[in-house]
């Protein structure tokens, strides 16, 4: 079977695939700290706040406990959770340089 397309859409198509950008490379980018449901069965109800680190499967927990959603994430977003989260991530990274 023999397809025959006009001479138009042959080079319609040739422009568009001439004009099309190269794709950019997606850098890597480590994502943002989180709030989320406390998987502890001893801490049940409670919520916690979470610390993604690159080169790491588990993100690190921070060392607090809240009661409501709104709370961690107010933490989180505090100049005192900032700081905690600035400090957390600077010794997981001095402790995989060794």
């Known amino acids: 079977m ?3 397309f006009s001479r138009t ?3 319609a ?3 568009i695939a001439e004009s099309r950008r190269p794709m950019k490379k997606k850098k890597y980018e ?3 700290p989180y709030a989320a449901e406390t998987k502890d069965s001893r801490f ?5 706040v979470l610390i993604p680190v690159e080169g790491r499967n588990k993100p690190l927990r921070a060392p607090r406990q809240f ?4 709370a961690a994430e107010a ?11 600035a400090e957390l991530t600077e010794e997981e990274a001095k402790v995989r340089a060794k």
């Open 75 to 85: 933490w989180l977003h505090s100049p005192d959770g900032k700081d905690k989260i």
């Open 2 to 4: 023999v397809w025959h």
């Open 67 to 70: 009661d409501t959603l709104q």
């Open 9 to 11: 859409l042959i080079e």
């Open 44 to 48: 049940a109800g409670t919520f916690e």
């Open 30 to 32: 480590t994502p943002k």
């Open 13 to 15: 198509a040739r422009a």
